[in-house]
């Protein structure tokens, strides 16, 4: 659990049941704040995994995308691309979602999965695949963290 609602961290392992269902975490269903009413946005993510959004977060995100102007193509390929595949789940009682086939051939989740609290977000990824994500994320420049890490104030 998190001193801040709607905010997911840490990692854990999980399996995709047969009917395409997944727990949540109970830390991250403790985080969700109760406006959300125990939904979620599920969506493709900008990598190859699942992203899940609680309900409130997901409505500012619409609203930056209204700020969008439809004249520019890059402007609709983007809001297509971020709403096309999004749809709102509920939590089971217990605490469990479904996602929709689509989704799990997106993100090629078979039996095991990976969910990763990623602050405003959870993210759910193959795990083998997530090897290969991380290892190229080694290769990246360290400078490139630090210029990261200087926007952050400890």
Request: net charge positive.
């Amino acid at each position: 659990m998190t001193l801040n609602k709607n905010t997911f961290i840490g990692e854990y392992s999980y399996t995709l049941d047969a009917k395409g269902r997944i727990n949540i975490p109970s830390k991250f269903r403790t985080s969700l704040s109760k406006d959300n009413n125990q939904s979620l946005v599920v969506t493709r993510g900008m990598d190859k995994c699942v992203w899940l959004y609680p309900l409130i977060i997901w409505q500012a995100i619409e609203n930056e995308l209204r700020k969008l102007s439809s004249l520019s193509g890059i402007n609709r390929s983007f809001t297509r691309n971020t709403v096309r595949y999004a749809s709102i789940v509920q939590l089971d009682k217990q605490g469990r979602i479904a996602l929709n086939q689509n989704i799990i051939n997106f993100a090629n989740l078979t039996k095991k999965a990976l969910i990763i609290g990623m602050v405003n977000k959870i993210e759910i990824w193959d795990p083998e695949y997530l090897t290969t994500v991380d290892k190229k994320s080694q290769k990246i420049d360290s400078s490139k963290f630090d210029e990261l890490a200087d926007k952050i104030i400890l």
